[in-house]
């Protein structure tokens, strides 16, 4: 079984920057994409970023371009969004997602949830105006 867990969320204050991380457990059976999602309260989840396996090519949602920055280390089974300038309305609970048994990333399934197959809890991301 494939486990995402994330860590790094908390409370800041508007243009404080934060640092989400998940580690990845379980057989992955080798190459897998990796993904972040949010959904704040009474909203549907939705993409924020994602990185294939080699780390060469990631995709950004266009609210969070420019502020938030994904990477990946597969020595160490992690992937980190990296959230700068953050603003009140970026507060929502991220969740981490793994797609292991579908298609290659690409940009035209990268925002689409059934492109990933595990997720995690979800880390809270309080930001106050």
Known sequence: QVRPVES???????????????VVSGRTGGRYSMGWFRQAPGKEREFISAVTWSGDNVYYAESVKGRFTISRDNTENTVHLQMNSLKPEDTAVYYCAVGVYGPALTE???AQARTYDYWGQGTQVSVSS
């Open 8 to 22: 790094g969320g908390g409370l800041v204050q508007a243009g404080a920057s934060l640092r989400l991380t998940c």
């Open 108 to 110: 035209d399934n990268a």
